[in-house]
C-alpha cells in the first residue's frame, strides 16, 4: 500500500512537472516566432538609407502610473529602443521565464519530498529525522529541512546514494539538485543574479561533496560556471536553450540546454 501511495504521488509530480514544460515550450515558440518576426523587419530597413533606417528602426516606450492625487494618467518613464535593443529584451525576457519555471519546478519537487517523507515516516521510525522522532514537525517545518530528509533517504534507501552519480545520462544528480537549489534562492532573493561566482560556485560544490575532490571538482566547477553569463550580463543565471543568439542575443561562456534544470 505504501508504495503505490508514493506511486501516486510521483505521477502526480510528474504531472506537475509536464505542464511547468509546457509553459517553457510554448515560451521556446513564441519567442522563436518574436525574434523571426523582428529580424525581417531589421532586413526590410537595412534597403533603407542610413537617415531613413535610423527613424523607423527606433521606438518609444512611455511608462505611466495613475497619480493618487489627481487621478490623472502620468508618464513616469520613456524608453527609446531599436529593433536589436527589442530583440535582447525578448531574450531576457525568456530567461526570466525560465528563471521562474526553475524556481516552481523546485517548490514541486520539495512538496514532492516532504509528502513522501510523512508517508514513510509513519511505520518507519528509521527514516525520520532526529527532531521528529515523535512525528511532531508539520509540513512547513519540513519544508525548510528537505536537505535533511534527502540526507535520510540516501542513507535508509539502498542504491540512491549510487545511482545519484553513477548512472546512464553520466550526470551527477546531486550536483545539479544543489545547482537548482541555490539557483532558486538566487532568483528569489536576488533578482536572479549574484555579484559573486565564484562565492557560489565554492557553495555549491561543497554541499555536493566536491570542493576538495581533485578528481571531479574541475569538471563540476565548469558545469556550474556554464549557467552565468558574461560581458553586459555577468553574474546572470542564463537558462535559455541557445544563450548565442544570431540576432539579438545573451553574452554567455558556452552554450548550456536548459533541459538539464528545467
Same mark, same amino acid.
Given at each position: ?5 508514493i506511486e501516486t504521488r510521483l505521477q502526480?509530480? #510528474? ?15 513564441? %519567442? ?12 526590410? +530597413?537595412?534597403?533603407?538609407?542610413? !537617415? &531613413? ?16 492625487? %489627481? ?11 531599436? @529593433? ?28 514532492? @519530498?516532504?509528502?513522501?517523507?510523512? +508517508? ?27 536537505? +535533511?530528509?534527502?540526507?535520510? #533517504?540516501? !542513507? ?16 551527477n544528480l546531486r550536483l545539479y539538485l ?10 528569489? &532573493? ?21 570542493? /576538495? ?37 545573451? /553574452?554567455? &561562456? ?7 534544470? @528545467?
Amino acid at each position: 500500500m505504501e508504495t503505490q501511495q508514493i506511486e501516486t504521488r510521483l505521477q502526480h509530480f #510528474f504531472d506537475q512537472i509536464a505542464t511547468i514544460q509546457h509553459y517553457q515550450r510554448l515560451s521556446e515558440r513564441i %519567442t522563436k516566432q518574436t525574434i523571426q518576426d523582428l529580424y525581417e523587419k531589421d532586413k526590410q +530597413l537595412a534597403t533603407l538609407t542610413p !537617415e &531613413h533606417r535610423e527613424v523607423f528602426d527606433s521606438s518609444l516606450d512611455v511608462f505611466s502610473i495613475y497619480s493618487p492625487y %489627481t487621478g490623472e494618467n502620468r508618464p513616469y518613464s520613456v524608453k527609446k529602443s531599436t @529593433i536589436k535593443d527589442t530583440a535582447k529584451l525578448v531574450h531576457l525576457h525568456k530567461n526570466r521565464q525560465y528563471q521562474w519555471l526553475l524556481v516552481e519546478a523546485y517548490e514541486l519537487f520539495e512538496d514532492f @519530498i516532504v509528502s513522501t517523507y510523512e +508517508l514513510i515516516r509513519e511505520d518507519n521510525p528509521e527514516f525520520r529525522l532526529s527532531k521528529d522522532s515523535n512525528k511532531e514537525l508539520l509540513s512547513k517545518d519540513l519544508k525548510r529541512k528537505v536537505h +535533511l530528509i534527502l540526507s535520510r #533517504f540516501r !542513507e535508509k534507501i539502498a542504491g540512491l546514494k549510487t545511482i545519484e552519480q553513477d548512472n546512464k545520462i553520466q550526470k551527477n544528480l546531486r550536483l545539479y539538485l544543489n545547482i537548482i537549489e541555490k539557483f532558486r534562492h538566487i532568483i528569489v &532573493h536576488k533578482n536572479g543574479k549574484t555579484s559573486n561566482v565564484p562565492l557560489v560556485t565554492d557553495q555549491i560544490l561543497k554541499t555536493s561533496c566536491l570542493l /576538495s575532490d581533485k578528481a571531479r571538482e574541475p569538471d563540476a566547477r565548469a558545469v556550474i560556471n556554464d549557467y552565468f553569463g558574461a560581458e553586459d550580463n555577468e553574474g546572470v543565471i542564463v537558462l535559455v536553450e541557445k544563450p548565442v543568439f544570431n540576432y539579438g542575443g545573451i /553574452s554567455m &561562456h558556452i552554450n548550456c540546454i536548459s533541459s538539464d534544470l @528545467i
